[in-house]
């Protein structure tokens, strides 16, 4: 059984890009409160006139930016589904990757979702109802050669969301971690790099429908993780 999303509000993290922007354009079409977060003022203006929709820039790489932005969001608005699909995909050989890269993709990958739900997650246990939806991999079930960094960012916010789904069960806010295959999107493009052929990858549009499906499951049916791939996998 599902329920109706509407009346909500929704922030979508990485709305710009090829997911997000899909499950922006999946929700726009419902009577919902939608709200952007991202890096390109921009790319977040268009959005903004296609959807009618609130922006805010948000450095991801940015630690005391994003915690300032998520302070923000908390103090004006009452989100109720948060979706978490900003990403960043490095790909290099361990000994071609600083110190700086991992950091900055945990920063973008783990650590913005982990403090935008920290900070949204009191208004949803308050009204005993909430969604947090991450947008994490199938890099978090296994790894690629000279994805090092891309991975283990993405095996972190699994465990995230899995620790985080026990300890929210009973609140009424369910963490749901959706983990797509390969999926045509510019990032899907340096997947193909790796010896992947991009023409059976997903279709963005298949991963916001999903990710619909989810959220508006009832409190008594949810898929907590789920893996996305086509028949063929890669």
Same mark, same amino acid.
């Given at each position: 059984?599902?329920?109706?999303?509407?009346?909500?509000?929704? #922030?979508?993290?990485?709305?710009?890009?090829?997911?997000?922007?899909?499950?922006?354009?999946?929700?726009?079409?419902?009577?919902?409160?939608?709200?952007?977060?991202?890096?390109?003022?921009?790319?977040?203006?268009?959005?903004?006139?296609?959807?009618?929709?609130?922006?805010?820039?948000?450095?991801?790489?940015?630690?005391?930016?994003?915690? =300032?932005?998520?302070?923000?969001?908390?103090?004006?608005?009452?989100?109720?589904?948060?979706? !978490?699909?900003?990403? =960043?995909?490095?790909?290099?050989?361990?000994?071609?990757?600083?110190?700086?890269?991992?950091?900055?993709?945990?920063?973008?990958?783990?650590?913005?979702?982990?403090?935008?739900?920290?900070? #949204?997650?009191? !208004?949803?246990? =308050?009204?005993?109802?909430?969604?947090?939806?991450?947008?994490?991999?199938?890099?978090?079930?296994?790894?690629?050669?000279?994805?090092?960094?891309?991975?283990?960012?993405?095996?972190?916010?699994?465990?995230?969301?899995?620790?985080?789904?026990?300890?929210?069960?009973?609140?009424?806010?369910?963490?749901?971690?959706?983990?797509?295959?390969?999926?045509?999107?510019?990032?899907?493009?340096?997947?193909?790099?790796?010896?992947?052929?991009? =023409?059976?990858?997903?279709?963005?549009?298949?991963?916001?429908?999903?990710?619909?499906?989810?959220?508006?499951?009832?409190? !008594?049916?949810?898929?907590?993780?789920?893996?996305? !791939?086509?028949?063929?996998?890669?």
């Amino acid at each position: 059984m599902t329920l109706e999303i509407s009346s909500k509000t929704i #922030l979508i993290t990485g709305a710009t890009g090829g997911i997000g922007y899909e499950i922006a354009k999946k929700f726009s079409k419902t009577s919902n409160k939608l709200i952007f977060v991202g890096r390109d003022e921009k790319k977040l203006s268009n959005l903004k006139n296609e959807f009618s929709g609130d922006i805010l820039l948000c450095d991801f790489t940015n630690e005391e930016n994003v915690q =300032e932005v998520a302070d923000k969001i908390s103090e004006n608005f009452s989100v109720d589904i948060l979706i !978490n699909c900003a990403g =960043e995909f490095h790909v290099k050989s361990i000994e071609e990757t600083s110190i700086e890269a991992i950091r900055e993709t945990f920063e973008i990958n783990f650590f913005s979702p982990f403090i935008l739900t920290k900070y #949204l997650l009191p !208004n949803m246990i =308050e009204k005993k109802w909430g969604r947090v939806v991450n947008i994490i991999s199938s890099s978090a079930y296994g790894a690629a050669p000279n994805t090092s960094a891309y991975s283990s960012s993405k095996h972190a916010l699994l465990g995230l969301s899995r620790a985080l789904f026990n300890e929210l069960k009973n609140s009424g806010v369910r963490v749901l971690a959706v983990s797509p295959g390969s999926v045509k999107t510019k990032m899907g493009e340096e997947v193909e790099k790796l010896g992947q052929i991009y =023409e059976t990858f997903i279709e963005p549009s298949e991963v916001a429908e999903y990710v619909f499906y989810v959220t508006s499951l009832n409190d !008594n049916l949810i898929l907590e993780e789920s893996r996305l !791939n086509r028949i063929q996998i890669q």
